[in-house]
């Protein structure tokens, strides 16, 4: 349209001036902008027609991106909850956050705008070239002369950007890691007077990533202005050759000005052939990461078959169950044999280290035994649906974790129908009812990150009311009464002793509880069963429970006086 007007002015400006002073020249200039206006109209039509369709374009693939994006970044976070503690303590968790936020985005970005300019720059490119051949062949191949160096940069560059997205985004990973452990571990460093250390780590580590997007920086800062030069020598070209067509009358001048408007129109696709370059590289590094964690397997997962029961009787059985941990070989539980029968209560007493909490991961399946087997009701623990067997077993570990969420919902986490009073019921039963009614907004209070606005004890009594709320078939207590005073010990254990009678129950501790009365006491050395029986045979025995026991009346009588 631009030629055909441009030349339409040329041809007819002679013409104009030859009726100097008639009255024809008025008409001629009336008809002439008619038609420039005629041919303005069609441009902002043209214009506006590729406005509404690029429209439709974004709409269609920018939101897809989007879609695909939610899709991925749930595929991940669903196939990270499915992978076993072996996984977790291999990888560290800024890594794991970075490759369902950084990875996923860059991902995302190839989806979208490489794909939607992408599909531009050929389309374009295809159109606009054929539109230069079918003008003149000569010179449209001296205005796409610089293309071929063009794909020599691309090539260049495009590996440089690879290489050096790789180690930004694993620096990333570094940084990531380093702030969640410090903002985890607040409480240390602050006790430990630490803070300006780890500023100084913090500090060395982004300096490494500054440098890596620096260097990245510098690649791409290059490479844009190639871009310009190329177009802008392309532009040169082409008025400068087509100048000599038009002498040779070979071409019009419309068609130089044509040829320019092709030229800057090719800008903005030839320039971002090196940025969609740049996001297909990182992207490419991205998506490589992300199948790491998606191609890897869980070592625990169901058998085939595997049996949804709605109810267990709580037989529990160890035949020579032998267990090494699979990201250390560190062999924590060595020929352990024990039956304990529906409705019994087994303590598994030892020193730190001695394998006592293995025997709960166990039980929960978080790992496989390496040898031997665990039977529940006469039934390989293999057998069950994980999911049925978990939810069969109220479990307090050790460590107390509660979720940035409200009191009643850190209660109620392992149910689906537990309604306010039967929270508040169960928070009575591990002896913490009255201290949540004294926060600030009772049980609708938020307990911040891992529970950090509480008291150790508080979170353990939490912790507690959380396993007993399930009203599992099988309770294990692993060392959960260590932060509370005695008075409190005295009701969470009076309530195991009457409303968990029926229940099997494992206690694993490292003090004795006399108000407990344990049908089996195993006691553990080196991972191994150094001692089996009940109160009375082990302290017959005189072994380590009985000096156990007459340290812990020793220590208590130094308390009362």
């Not at 191609?295 to 035949?319: C, L, M, S, V, Y």
């Not at 009678?501 to 407990?516: C, E, G, P």
Request: aromatic share 10%; hydrophobic share 45%.
């Amino acid at each position: 349209m631009v030629r055909y007007a441009l030349d339409l002015v040329v041809e007819n400006i002679g013409l104009y001036r030859m009726y100097e002073g008639f009255d024809s020249q008025a008409e001629l200039y009336a008809s002439l902008a008619k038609i420039l206006l005629f041919f303005g109209v069609v441009v902002l039509l043209l214009a506006l027609t590729a406005g509404v369709f690029m429209y439709f374009m974004r709409q269609t693939i920018i939101v897809m991106s989007r879609l695909i994006e939610f899709d991925l970044r749930n595929e991940i976070f669903s196939h990270y909850e499915k992978l076993d503690l072996a996984f977790y303590k291999k990888n560290n968790t800024g890594d794991l956050m970075a490759r369902i936020t950084e990875d996923v985005s860059k991902v995302r970005m190839y989806l979208g705008p490489a794909i939607m300019y992408g599909i531009n720059l050929v389309g374009l490119f295809t159109m606009v070239i054929y539109a230069m051949l079918s003008v003149s062949v000569e010179l449209t191949l001296y205005a796409l002369l610089p293309l071929p160096f063009l794909s020599i940069s691309i090539y260049y560059v495009s590996n440089l950007i690879n290489k050096k997205s790789t180690a930004i985004q694993q620096q990333l990973s570094v940084l990531n890691s380093a702030s969640q452990e410090v903002y985890s571990g607040i409480r240390v460093i602050k006790s430990y007077v630490q803070e300006l250390p780890m500023a100084r780590f913090f500090s060395k580590e982004s300096e490494t990533y500054k440098d890596k997007t620096m260097e990245l920086a510098r690649v791409q800062a290059l490479f844009h202005p190639l871009m310009l030069l190329l177009i802008g020598m392309s532009t040169i070209v082409t008025v400068y050759v087509g100048g000599l067509q038009v002498i040779k009358g070979n071409i019009t001048p419309g068609n130089i000005a044509e040829f320019v408007i092709y030229v800057n129109m090719l800008t903005w696709p030839v320039t971002a052939i090196g940025w969609v370059a740049s996001i297909v590289q990182q992207a490419a590094a991205s998506q490589k990461r992300i199948n790491e964690f998606l191609e890897t397997e869980p070592d625990i997962e169901n058998e085939e078959n595997a049996i949804f029961t709605e109810k267990i009787t709580g037989k529990i059985e160890f035949q020579n169950v032998r267990f090494v941990y699979p990201d250390t070989g560190i062999q924590a539980l060595r020929n352990i044999s024990f039956t304990l029968q529906p409705g019994e209560r087994l303590a598994i007493i030892g020193r730190t280290g001695t394998g006592k909490t293995t025997i709960a991961d166990l039980l929960l399946r978080m790992y496989d035994v390496t040898d031997g087997q665990i039977l529940i009701d006469n039934k390989n623990i293999r057998n069950y649906n994980l999911s049925s067997l978990r939810q069969k077993i109220g479990y307090v570990p050790q460590d107390s974790f509660l979720f940035s969420d409200t009191v009643a919902a850190n209660v109620a986490f392992g149910t689906h129908d537990a309604d306010l009073d039967k929270i508040k019921e169960f928070t009575k039963y591990a002896a913490v009812y009255q201290e949540i009614k004294g926060l600030s907004k009772g049980f609708y209070t938020v307990v911040g990150e891992r529970g950090v606005t509480l008291s150790g004890g508080q979170k353990q009594r939490i912790s507690i009311a959380r396993a007993l709320i399930k009203e599992p078939d099988i309770i294990i207590l692993d060392d959960c009464l260590s932060a509370v005073d005695a008075n409190t010990e005295q009701t969470i254990l009076g309530y195991l002793n009457g409303a968990l009678a029926d229940k099997t129950t494992i206690i694993i501790t490292h003090r004795i509880y006399s108000s407990l009365q344990f049908d089996k006491i195993i006691v553990l050395e080196d991972g191994l069963i150094s001692e089996a029986g009940t109160h009375e045979e082990l302290l017959a025995s005189k072994g380590f429970y009985y000096e156990m026991l007459e340290k812990q009346k020793s220590e208590s009588n130094e308390i009362k006086v």
